[in-house]
Each structure stands twice: as structure tokens, then as C-alpha cells.
């Protein structure tokens, strides 16, 4: 209603839509088409691999819908990424029907040669429009427009200045400007951006503090190691976490191992975060290389991201995977229908079971939930939480943040970075909260408070608090203990005492950074002492269990 004239835009990951995980074809056209029928006009599709099987369901619904499609290609730079595969790759996008190529540069690695180049040879192979979008954190942005201007492309992504620059795109005003007079010339009124300007500066200074300080770096390193700003950065955060800011440079350069034995895959989210923590383990961790590893690094291994550029390095798979090969098929292939199944829980939760509910509800079950059983008629103002007896927030929103804030907002992205330890401070009154938390069809009681987090199924009595040290997580660990290679949650403790493991078994799972990742036996033998529970966490090298 506010913009009736300019189009709006999505970006969607694929079949990710605008998550991490991949999400049905019933699920997928129906976010699409409610998407265009709550006024999106341009949908920007791209797959964090260059898999565009991963990619054909989002544009075929977007082309049902009778919108804009965009096919974007994530550019990266590596031994296979040569101008014979960005051009076959467009072509494949060209034969799903896309309206437009865009060549989306989240690193901002597009020099002007290799822009002036590319932008060249996708339009002579697609005879499509080109569009280039790059970010200004590794300075190289607004030369590479002008040659992707002069080499044919159509358009370029730029942003009001107040909001451009370092991460963002260039000026707004300043490419205005540049073209102006000449061959390339926008129309646009410079005089009219400015008034524009004016009022996004004033809307920037009542914000500041939401502003990252980070946003408006150019930083060489991003040249230098190849690989986005939002990386570096990662990395950096995750060693400070660890106390091991000194082995930086060892970690960078692990990433490119890790890349390479990955197949090269851009590095693009969520593909780098996966890159960033595994070379943070394997090169902090007990154990040596690749003997802690993420579950999304095994999914990614198996197949279940899409297929890398290359393929991964078999050894790697087989360390990580055992026997298990990689699927061949497109992921998505894989999971059944969402849509019906979600309307009819909705419905035994007496809810409604619109468009709207069961879309949030198959990518945010909880918070679907909750949002639904506490929202009202009408509603004026930010909505606040309700409160238990403690005090702790119960549903809804607070201060106008959202639940869960430091999520990915949008497909590409950065998420915050998981907490550190938390500094000393003055202990203050309990506070708890409590949740009902369905896993396959059982339903658990989670009660968060200030001693830690207790589970117990309901009608089961209180809780037990897993912050409670049993007897065990007192003793002294003995020689072959499992220590944890960086402080996080113990999710899972598949072995007990008493049971036999082999070399490479998984003993415990253990969150950390986001991802959640397997500790294994170093040695044969039986686990003779538990030190943990499920639910506590853990510190670095803390013994988790002993083999012996």
C-alpha cells in the first residue's frame, strides 16, 4: 500500500526459502505464491551451492504466480569456478524460464576485469538481462559496476547512501552520478535523492546503536584471503570465545583446506559458517583434524545441501561418513509433503490453519504456537511478553525485538555469533520460564531459570535440574577420558557406563557455535564413568567420559 508503484523484491535461498534447511515442494510453492499474493513482484532465486536443481521449484512457482524470476548465481573464486561453468550454469537458469541472470557477489571479490569478462560471456551465451550485485566491504565494488555497466548489464544493485558502502552495496547517488551525461545515463533526479537522503540520514541517527560497527569497513583481508568480511569476522569471535585469538592465521589458513576438500563451495551461508567452525576445530580441538565434526557438515557430505562444484575428497567423506555414500538425487526429493500434515496439527491445537499460521508454523513450529495462542483481536503498540510468578518471559515480543534475535533475517545474512562464557556478575533473583517442547510426537516440559535448564515430561513431577552436578561430574576424571574440545551444550549421550565403543564411535553430541557436533571415542574399549548429564554444559577440555 505504500509503494503501489515500485516493486518489492524476495530473495530466497532455493529450497531453503529463507532458512538453512530444506523445506518440501508443497511447502515451497505455497510460500512463493502466498509470498506474490501478499504483493512480492520480483522473486531473486539462488542456491548457496550453484545446485539449481535446489532452485527449479522456487522458480517455477514464481513463475506460475505470473511474477519476476531472477535466477542468481553465487559467485566464487576457486580452481573450478571458471567462465565455462558460470555459463552453464546460466544456461540451466535460462532453460527454467528466468527473466533475469544475477551474478550476486556477497564477498565483493568481483574485480573490474573478471566483472567486465563475465557480465560479457553470460550475455552472449543467455541473451538474458544482466544484473550484478556486489558489496563494497573489500572496496572493489563501484569499479566493478562500471565495467559490468560498459560489458551490458542491465542492472546494477546499489543503496541510499546513508545505508551503502563497507557491507552494502555502492551509493545510490554516487552510480547516479557517475552515469549521468553519457551513454549509461538513469534518468534519475540526483536533486530528488537527496531529499531522499536527508531523511534516511535523520532515520540512521535515531538508530545508531543498532548500527554495526563493522558496516562501514572496507577490509583488505577479504582480498587477501578470499572470503567475506562476515567470515573474518566469525572466526576471529569464535577464537576470542576459545581464548585462541594467537592461532588466527593458523585457522585461515585451514579454511581454504577445509574448502577444498569440501569440492570449493562458495562462501555463502550457511556454507560458510559450516567452512568457518570446522577449520576453528580442527584446528583448536583434541583429537587432531576432522575429529570433531557438525551434523551439517555430515549432512553437507551425504548430499543433503545439494552437489559442491567438485566433489568432496573421498578420504574426508570416508573419515567423517563411514560407509555411507552421498546421495545422488536432489535433496528435496527426499522429505515428504508439509503443507497438510502442518494444517492438520494446527487444527488439534485449536488454532487457525491459514496460509499465514501454517507456513510459520512448518518453519517456526514453537514460536507458531505461541504466537497464535496468545494473539489477540486488536493489538496497539509493541506487544510485551506475559510473565510467570519469576518474572521470565512467556510469548510473544518485548521491546519490539523479536524472539530469537540474532537469527538470519534474510538469506545471506550473517547470524550472531553463539554466546561466549558469560562474565562474572553479582547473582540476582531466579528467573524461569516455562516451555512445551513436542520431539517426534512426545511432548517435554522445558524449564528454563537462572540454575539452568531442567526437562521432565509432564505429569512425570518436577524437573531435574541437569545444573545439579551428579557424583560423577564431581570425580576426578581417569586416564582415556573424552574431553570436550570448546564450551557448549551436551544435547546427547548415546553410550552409558558399562557399554562397548570402537574407535570413531560418537559417545556425546555437543552444541556449540549453532551447530551441533559429535565427540568421539579415541580409543576402543568400554566408557567406564560418565562425568555429565544431558542439558549441561560443558567447558573446554572438561572430561565428558572415560574409556578405558
Given amino acids: 500500500r505504500a509503494t503501489p508503484n515500485t516493486p518489492i523484491q524476495a530473495l530466497i535461498r532455493g529450497q531453503n526459502l529463507v532458512g538453512h534447511r530444506n523445506y518440501a515442494d508443497d511447502t515451497v510453492e505455497l510460500f512463493v505464491r502466498h509470498a506474490a499474493k501478499s504483493g512480492v513482484d520480483v522473486f531473486r532465486v539462488f542456491d548457496p551451492l550453484n545446485d539449481i536443481r535446489n532452485m527449479e521449484v522456487a522458480i517455477d512457482a514464481a513463475k506460475k504466480a505470473g511474477k519476476r524470476v531472477q535466477g542468481a548465481l553465487s559467485y566464487a573464486i576457486s580452481p573450478v569456478h571458471d567462465v565455462d561453468l558460470w555459463c552453464s550454469l546460466a544456461k540451466g537458469l535460462a532453460g527454467m524460464g528466468v527473466d533475469d541472470i544475477v551474478v550476486k557477489d556477497t564477498s565483493g571479490l568481483l574485480s573490474p ?28 565494488a563501484p569499479m566493478a559496476y562500471m565495467a559490468a555497466v ?17 557491507a552494502s552495496q555502492p551509493a545510490t547517488e554516487s552510480v547516479v552520478a557517475a552515469l549521468a551525461g553519457g551513454d549509461y545515463d538513469t534518468g534519475l533526479d540526483l536533486e530528488r535523492l537527496v531529499e531522499i537522503k536527508s531523511d534516511l540520514e535523520q532515520l540512521k541517527r535515531r538508530h545508531l546503536d543498532d548500527v554495526s560497527p563493522y558496516a562501514d569497513r572496507v577490509d583488505s583481508d577479504i582480498l587477501r584471503y578470499r572470503m567475506p568480511g562476515f567470515m573474518l569476522e566469525d572466526i576471529h569471535r569464535q577464537l576470542q570465545q576459545h581464548e585462541a585469538g594467537a592461532r588466527a592465521a593458523e585457522v585461515l589458513s585451514e579454511v581454504g583446506r577445509v574448502r577444498e576438500e569440501l569440492g570449493y563451495p562458495p562462501l555463502v551461508a550457511p556454507i560458510r559458517q559450516l567452512i568457518a567452525s570446522q577449520a576453528v576445530f580442527n584446528v583448536i580441538g583434541s583429537g587432531g583434524r576432522y575429529a570433531t565434526v557438525t ?13 559442491p562444484p567438485r566433489p568432496a575428497d573421498s578420504e574426508i567423506r570416508r573419515q567423517v561418513l563411514g560407509r555411507e ?12 509433503a508439509q503443507v497438510a500434515g502442518g494444517r492438520s496439527r494446527l487444527r488439534k491445537q485449536k488454532v487457525a490453519s491459514g496460509d499465514d499460521q501454517v507456513l510459520t508454523y512448518i518453519m517456526f513450529p514453537d514460536l507458531a504456537l505461541e504466537l497464535e495462542r496468545n494473539r489477540k483481536p486488536a493489538r496497539t503498540g509493541n506487544p510485551k511478553r506475559k510473565q510467570d510468578g519469576a518474572g521470565a518471559d512467556k510469548a510473544g515480543l518485548e521491546d519490539g525485538r523479536e ?3 540474532g537469527a538470519e533475517p534474510e538469506p545471506g545474512a550473517e547470524p550472531a555469533a553463539a554466546p561466549g562464557p558469560a562474565a562474572a556478575a ?5 528467573q524461569a520460564a516455562e516451555f512445551d517442547v513436542e520431539v517426534d510426537g512426545e511432548v517435554f516440559k522445558v524449564r528454563v531459570s537462572g540454575a539452568g535448564m531442567m526437562v521432565g515430561t509432564p505429569g512425570a513431577g518436577p524437573a531435574t535440574s541437569d545444573a545439579a552436578q551428579s557424583p560423577a561430574a564431581t570425580a576426578s576424571p581417569r586416564a582415556g577420558a573424552v574431553l570436550a574440545p570448546m564450551q557448549g551444550l551436551i544435547v546427547k549421550l548415546p553410550v552409558g557406563a558399562g557399554d562397548e565403543v570402537k574407535l570413531g564411535d560418537v559417545v556425546a553430541v555437543l552444541e556449540a557455535m549453532k551447530m551441533q557436533n559429535d565427540i568421539v571415542a579415541t580409543q576402543a574399549g568400554k566408557v567406564s564413568e560418565v562425568y555429565v548429564r544431558e542439558g549441561e554444559v560443558v567447558s573446554p577440555n572438561q572430561a565428558i567420559l572415560a574409556v578405558g
Fill in 403 to 405: 524472539p530469537g534475535a
Fill in 150 to 166: 560498459e560489458a551490458g548489464a542491465t542492472i546494477v544493485d546499489t543503496a541510499m547512501s546513508p545505508f551503502a558502502w563497507g
Fill in 426 to 430: 553479582e547473582p540476582g533473583p531466579a
Fill in 113 to 140: 576485469q573478471v566483472t567486465w569478462e563475465l557480465v560479457t560471456a553470460l550475455r552472449d551465451t543467455t541473451g538474458l538481462p544482466l544484473v550484478v550485485h556486489s558489496h563494497c566491504s573489500s572496496g572493489m
Fill in 325 to 336: 555414500e552421498p546421495i545422488t538425487i536432489r535433496p528435496a526429493d527426499l522429505l515428504e
Fill in 295 to 307: 551434523q551439517e557438515l555430515k549432512d553437507y557430505l551425504q548430499g543433503l545441501y545439494g552437489s
